[in-house]
């Protein structure tokens, strides 16, 4: 192997894991307002039960959390994400995308937008269960410490 090609596999392995847990910020849109995303892959919340990051926003920014998820395992996203203070977060949607591809028990995603409303600090989670009687419940839990300035 040559010094490039071995230069860029250590690369590529050592970015291998952080490849599930992106968090990124955006370019601010038409009126100055920035879009962070928080992306865990469903291959990274299995090893995880519990999953926790940190992001600042400024008022008006949006946050955009995307977890993965796999419906032919019976186990679901909450709907509405908890918000421990909703005058500082507000969620404005959610939806749930199925894997891109046609092969029986990939995963997708589910995917929530929230809102900065005004300055403070807010947590804000979701949970992964099954949610008919007597299935598991909050096997799973995602949550965001929020700080809006």
């Known amino acids: 192997m040559n010094r490039c090609a071995g230069v860029l596999a250590a690369a590529v392995l050592a970015a291998g894991p952080l490849a599930g847990c992106a968090s990124k910020e955006e370019a601010p849109e038409a009126g100055g307002l920035r879009t962070t995303t928080i992306e865990i892959s469903y291959d990274d919340l299995q090893n995880q039960k519990q ?7 400024a008022v008006g920014d949006f946050l955009q959390v995307s977890l993965g998820s ?9 709907e509405e994400m908890l918000i421990s203070d909703p005058k ?3 969620q404005t949607g959610h939806e749930t995308i199925a894997a891109p591809t046609d092969r029986p028990g990939a995963p997708g995603k589910d995917v929530w937008m929230l809102q900065a409303m005004a300055p403070g600090n807010s947590t804000v989670s979701a949970t992964y269960g099954r949610p008919w ?17």
Do not use: C, I, Y
């Open 88 to 90: 500082v977060m507000s």
């Open 70 to 78: 796999n419906a032919s395992t019976g186990f679901q996203w909450s």
């Open 133 to 149: 009687s007597g299935g598991e419940k909050d096997v799973w839990v995602f949550t965001a410490n929020v700080t809006v300035s």
């Open 51 to 57: 999953t926790s990051r940190s992001v600042t926003l």
